[in-house]
């Protein structure tokens, strides 16, 4: 009996023992949840993984307009310097002057058509502008095209004397022609091309004014290294070969050189 309770006493001792190491009861200590980490979504077997979307295109910045500078610094000063007409008249229509010499050849040589519209540019003191005005006609029209206003005041006292109403004069600029689009059927241009300092602007402006189809037929002089004057090498800024370039790259296709000067080089370019 002595044995039994000495068993009993050892056992109640032993739990009361292991109550107080392990504290109060799990129903009131905080309960820790541990996170563990998930797998990746495997796709089922034979599905197609998605494709991440492209990455947005970018525009490249655009190329700085690179503005056109004047490839003949200074070469109509003497226009702007001399503001009389007289001395012009005398210098541009003398004889001796192959392009006024060959005038009349160079007008069968144009063909002419009544009805036709003929831009004159650079028409300066009009030496060309009334023989075109007969040629195409009362149904015609002719621009008489410079940047110099007191040779178009000449060009409209010339052609009201003459008759001559089909006779517009038209103000140009260093850079434009200053003609409407598709306005006419043929550019004429004689022994001014070496004047025009900015010749890209320029051409663009001539091939705007040009109906499709339409004719630009230049005259201008020949500058050849160790055959030209002194001054031609100074005064022409650009050989036939350098010119033909600048009009094939402003889109006209040159069809004909026509022999016809001694001078000057004919050239007739169309506008496709």
Not at 153 to 170: F, P, Y
Not at 176 to 204: C, K, N, Q, T, W
Request: charged share 25%.
């Amino acid at each position: 009996m002595l044995r039994r309770r000495s068993l009993l006493l050892a056992l109640s001792t032993a739990l009361s023992t292991t109550s107080c190491a392990t504290g109060p009861s799990s129903a009131s200590a905080p309960r820790v949840v541990v996170a563990t980490p998930v797998a990746a979504a495997t796709p089922p077997a034979g599905s197609v993984a998605p494709v991440p979307a492209p990455a947005p295109v970018v525009a490249p910045e655009p190329a700085p307009r690179v503005e056109e500078v004047s490839v003949h610094p200074g070469i109509n000063d003497a226009y702007q310097k001399e503001q009389r007409v007289g001395p012009w008249v005398r210098r541009l229509e003398r004889d001796g002057r192959e392009v006024h010499d060959r005038r009349v050849d160079i007008l069968r040589a144009l063909a002419l058509q009544p009805g036709m519209a003929v831009a004159d540019v650079g028409a300066g003191t009009g030496l060309f502008t009334l023989e075109f005005a007969r040629a195409v006609g009362d149904r015609g029209r002719v621009y008489a095209v410079d940047v110099m206003p007191k040779f178009l005041e000449h060009i409209d006292h010339k052609a009201a004397r003459a008759g001559l109403s089909q006779v517009r004069t038209v103000q140009a600029g260093e850079r434009d022609v200053g003609l409407d689009e598709a306005a006419v059927d043929l550019v004429f241009m004689s022994d001014v091309y070496h004047h025009i300092e900015y010749p890209r602007a320029y051409l663009a402006s001539l091939r705007r004014a040009l109906r499709p189809g339409g004719r630009l037929v230049l005259i201008d002089f020949r500058r050849e290294e160790g055959q030209s004057d002194a001054w031609i090498l100074e005064h022409v800024r650009a050989g036939q070969a350098q010119v033909v370039r600048e009009f094939t790259e402003a889109g006209f296709v040159l069809e004909q050189e026509v022999e016809l000067l001694r001078e000057n080089y004919f050239l007739r370019f169309r506008r496709p």
